[in-house]
């Protein structure tokens, strides 16, 4: 046993499925305040949401998760009761342990250490922790970071402690990501008999060629760190149910994974070009789920970089892959935002688990970047 393989296993006996804390959140405030945190609780709706803060100077370094988890899915497909950590050939196996109570321990053991070694450190430590990460996202980190910034709280340093690595620890580092921009089309037609088709106007053949031309634009051609936006339709719904009936309309359900190269603005202006180009009678509803964020090289990639190389021997790489995390909240309010985290290839599935001998070393990692940026 270790001290973070030790938390670990305490955080993830706790049921927390999403948007349930379990406890959890009270076990790390504790831990936190003998050290000196400052503790707020920060509940909104039913989710319970964690500020904890050591110091008042600047730079302030934040830790940023979550200690909710998806469902187990069958229980008795896993190998061990997923609330029942166990180690079994060099992993601990348990709901969490990579999507990322882990991690979180981690956190706290690197904040122990780093303290313990650096009383007089300079610059503040916080570690935001909600339980609506893999939920709706509503109540968790977007209302701790409006909170935040009504009183003029921001970071400068933020690491989110999600899954991020492929084949080894430390060989990815997420650096930003993509936004997530969705649209639900209605185009409208005339509803009547198919055999009649001159008195019918059908939806389905008139979004067609718009359809084709949408799926064939190039948005943007990317950046240095992101790839080109891409448009995809998610689901087409039209029809009656009877074989003999033109639909009166069609709906279409689409959505933008888009880049820093374009704004929301400007991907919602050159559809609707598009729609209006082929006449199209139609109604159309946005929602926007994340904005792109992106930290380019500098201060934290170079410390986290650097702490890597020191704890694991990996050159890690940057990469903006992947669907939206939290950061996508805490980039409102802190200039640099970076993730990394353990291996990411068992991730809400049966059997989640993380290498033990990948725990302590995820703690230096996040120690010596402290020890970078605060010293």
């Known amino acids: 046993m270790t001290a973070t393989l030790d938390l670990a296993i305490d955080l993830l006996s706790r049921r927390s499925i999403t948007p349930d804390d379990g406890g959890c959140q009270d076990l790390l405030a504790q831990r936190l305040q003998k050290l000196g945190f400052k503790i707020e ?4 709706g039913p989710v319970d949401n964690l500020w904890a803060r050591w110091g008042e100077a600047r730079p302030l370094v934040c830790f940023a998760g979550h200690t909710d988890v998806v469902p187990t899915g069958p229980v008795e497909k896993w190998g061990s009761e997923p609330f029942t950590p166990t180690v079994r050939d060099g992993k601990l196996y348990a709901r969490g342990a990579a999507d990322m109570k882990t991690s979180i321990a981690a956190f706290v053991t690197a ?10 450190a300079k610059g503040s430590i916080a570690l935001l922790i909600t339980s609506d990460e893999e939920g709706d996202a509503i109540d968790g980190t977007e209302k701790v970071v409006e909170a935040l910034k009504a009183r003029n709280e921001g970071m400068d340093y933020c690491i989110v402690g999600e899954p991020t690595c492929v084949a080894k620890l430390g060989d990815t580092l997420k650096n930003g990501r993509r936004g997530s921009l969705s649209g639900s089309l209605t185009v409208k037609g005339i509803q009547g008999h198919i055999a009649y088709p001159h008195l019918t106007k059908n939806p389905i053949h008139l979004a067609a060629p718009a359809i084709a031309e949408l799926a064939a634009t190039t948005w943007d051609q990317g950046n240095e760190y992101f790839p080109p936006t891409t448009w995809q339709i998610s689901s087409i719904h039209g029809g009656t149910g009877a074989t003999n009936v033109v639909p009166g309309e069609v709906k279409i359900e689409f959505n933008f994974r888009f880049s820093t190269a374009s704004t929301q603005e400007d991907l919602q202006q050159k559809v609707h070009a598009i729609l209006d180009q082929h006449g199209l009678d139609y109604d159309l509803q946005w929602a926007l789920t994340g904005k792109p964020y992106l930290t380019p090289k500098g201060t934290l990639v170079d410390a986290l970089t650097d702490a890597i190389r020191q704890a694991t021997g990996v050159e890690t790489e940057l990469s903006t892959s992947g669907g939206t995390s939290d950061g996508r909240f805490i980039a409102d309010i802190c200039p640099q935002v970076v993730e990394i985290g353990p291996l990411n290839a068992t991730i809400h599935k049966i059997d989640e688990c993380i290498a033990v001998g990948d725990i302590e ?11 970078n940026l605060l010293t």
Request: no cysteine.
């Open 41 to 44: 609780k920060l509940p909104f």
């Open 111 to 120: 904040a122990e250490r780093f303290l313990a070694e650096h009383p007089q």
């Open 361 to 371: 070393p995820l703690s230096e990692i996040y120690r010596q970047t402290l020890v």
